[in-house]
């Protein structure tokens, strides 16, 4: 009984977050496009600094996004 109740209350929970995330997505004041190239930037930096140690690299670590 435990963990159908569990299940129940994480399936409502993720069924609210997806429903927060669609609404963000397609409202008229969303930035959609300017938070994927940010994300995708964020991600790019992430992992230059991730392979910098093993590259030889000296990529700083940025933390101004």
């Known amino acids: ?13 993720l069924a609210i977050v997806g429903l927060a995330v669609l609404a ?3 409202s008229r004041n969303a930035q959609t496009a300017n ?4 994300s995708g930037d964020a991600f790019s930096r992430s992992l230059l600094s991730a392979e910098a140690p ?3 690299g000296t990529e700083a670590v940025n933390r101004f996004y």
């Open 1 to 13: 009984m435990t963990n159908t109740l569990i299940e129940s209350v994480v399936t409502i929970a």
């Open 24 to 26: 963000v997505l397609v």
């Open 35 to 38: 938070i994927i190239g940010v």
């Open 54 to 56: 093993v590259l030889s």
